[in-house]
């Protein structure tokens, strides 16, 4: 397909079991990006990949969660023993090369509920 | 912290215009407009993005004020497939994540 693709959709986890997330981005696109996104609120960033190089995670609210893109397509966001709090909809976006203009497409993005 | 403000919501009458408003007194000048939005159980969707000068393009129109203090979203004829959460974000061209708010709320009315 065209667009951005995540898997799985929906994700149900038992509190404490880890979980991995998946994004296909565009094909062609350096830029990835993962958000989160709570019930009723915009997303909010969490980390940045260029290529396989991961240039910002500020955004991850632990150290429970873990982002790579070893060859610098497809990205795995993982998080370990989760918690309650981390029930959210984790969105995955791409952007268009260097030089070109920066808009980012985005996935439909994983709903995690953590029981 | 986001860097716009936006009414939490709105209504339209279906085949009006909608008028989407967004404050961003504090941009800088090398800070675009850009503006996504959300349909429930989508990832938001690029709609268009300007610098000083009002956009069109096939979804929508941006108007941005002289001072570039303000800018407008305008939807020409909504429909019902428009109602969803509107972002408007400002950020520099080739920056890095979106600093998203809670948006715009649309819902177009039959």
């Known amino acids: 397909g065209a667009g951005v693709s995540q898997s799985p959709r929906y994700k149900v986890a038992k509190r404490g079991q880890d979980v991995a997330l998946r994004c296909d981005p565009i094909?062609?696109?350096?830029?990835l990006f993962w958000y989160q996104q709570a019930l009723g609120q915009g997303p909010e960033f969490l980390t940045y990949?260029?290529?396989?190089?991961?240039?910002?995670k500020s955004g991850l609210p632990s150290d429970r969660f873990f982002a790579e893109r070893p060859e610098g397509s497809v990205s795995t966001l993982k998080i370990q023993r989760t918690q309650q709090e981390d029930s959210a909809v984790y969105l995955c976006?791409?952007?268009?090369?260097?030089?070109?203009?920066?808009?980012?497409?985005f996935g439909a993005g994983t709903r995690l509920s953590v029981l | 912290d986001a860097k716009t403000t936006q009414p939490p919501s709105m209504d339209c009458a279906e085949g009006r215009a909608a008028n989407l408003p967004c404050n961003h007194s504090?941009?800088?000048?090398?800070?675009?407009v850009y503006w996504y939005r959300q349909i429930h159980s989508q990832g938001p969707q690029y709609i268009i993005h300007?610098?000083?000068n009002n956009e069109t393009n096939e979804m929508a129109s941006l108007i941005i004020t002289e001072d570039r203090k303000s800018s407008t979203l305008i939807l020409p004829h909504a429909t019902l497939r428009d109602t969803a959460v509107y972002y408007c974000?400002?950020?520099?061209?080739?920056?890095?994540?979106?600093?998203f708010g809670p948006g715009t709320r649309l819902s177009v009315l039959p």
């Open positions: 976006a791409s952007s268009s090369p260097p030089g070109a203009k920066n808009i980012q497409y």
């Open positions: 094909s062609g696109h350096v830029s």
């Open positions: 990949f260029q290529n396989e190089a991961q240039l910002d």
């Open positions: 504090t941009i800088s000048g090398n800070e675009y």
């Open positions: 300007g610098l000083k």
């Open positions: 974000i400002v950020r520099v061209d080739y920056g890095q994540n979106f600093v």
